[in-house]
């Protein structure tokens, strides 16, 4: 079934330090991409989707951009802020049957000030 | 305004009970689904409802029961409850289109744990 992998966590930056946090899938036919957040104590918050190959999604100085040749969603950020201390996942929404969303295992994210 | 609501937030019970959990939508969706968080963070889609049919079924063990009264309501009931149900079980709505490419909303959560 399709699947997502997410970069092992917890990643650890000092605040203004430029963000990566990797993400790759398998997938039959063409899923949509998602990133959410939760902070802590949370439910989890839409941050950013995609829907086709070469789209970018963006929202709060965080982007994503849909690379269907390397099968990737890597989630961006120039200058982290201690806010943006959470847990990030990604997921995509399969094309066919039943459309589950299927997530990553998630990343915690702690930013320093 | 709350979009996606649950109830209750915190459920501490013994072994064997049977409990609910309650959520209500008001953005107006089709689609409701329950999704269980364990203690690792990994999230898993049990149940997903639409227009109160049952759409997704998970493998998930027959003690849990998704009762769907009405598309703005999704509560899941759980007999029989056991030391590995301690999670934190999440709703969530979407309106359904075309090709999976809608955004989930999703609830606070339900932080169950069973003693």
């Known amino acids: 079934g399709d699947s997502v992998t997410q970069m092992e966590g917890p990643v650890t930056l000092s605040e203004e330090a430029f963000l990566t946090i990797n993400c790759t899938y398998t997938?039959?036919?063409?899923?949509?991409l998602f990133w959410y957040v939760q902070y802590p104590g949370e439910g989890l918050q839409l941050l950013l989707k995609a829907t086709k190959a070469d789209d970018k999604g963006s929202n709060k100085g965080f982007e994503a951009t849909y690379r269907k040749e390397t099968t990737s969603f890597h989630l961006e950020k120039g200058s982290v802020q201690v806010s943006d201390s959470a847990v990030y996942f990604c997921?995509?929404?399969?094309?066919?049957?039943?459309?589950?969303?299927?997530f990553g295992q998630g990343t915690r994210l702690t930013i320093n000030p | 305004d709350t979009a996606v609501s649950q109830t209750p937030k915190y459920l501490v019970t013994q072994m064997g009970n049977d409990k609910s959990i309650k959520c209500e939508q008001n953005l107006g969706h089709d689609t409701m689904y329950w999704y269980k968080q364990d203690s690792k963070k990994f999230l898993k889609i049990m149940f997903s409802?639409?227009?109160?049919?049952?759409?997704i079924n998970e493998t998930v063990p027959n003690r849990f029961s998704p009762k769907s009264p009405d598309k703005a309501h999704l509560n899941l009931h759980i007999n029989s409850l056991e030391l590995g149900d301690s999670a934190v079980y999440f709703c969530a709505s979407s309106q359904e289109g075309n090709r999976g490419q809608e955004t989930q909303y999703f609830g606070p959560g339900t932080r169950l744990l069973v003693l």
């Open positions: 997921a995509l929404r399969e094309s066919q049957g039943a459309q589950k969303l299927v």
């Open positions: 409802y639409n227009n109160k049919e049952l759409i």
């Open positions: 997938a039959t036919g063409y899923p949509s």
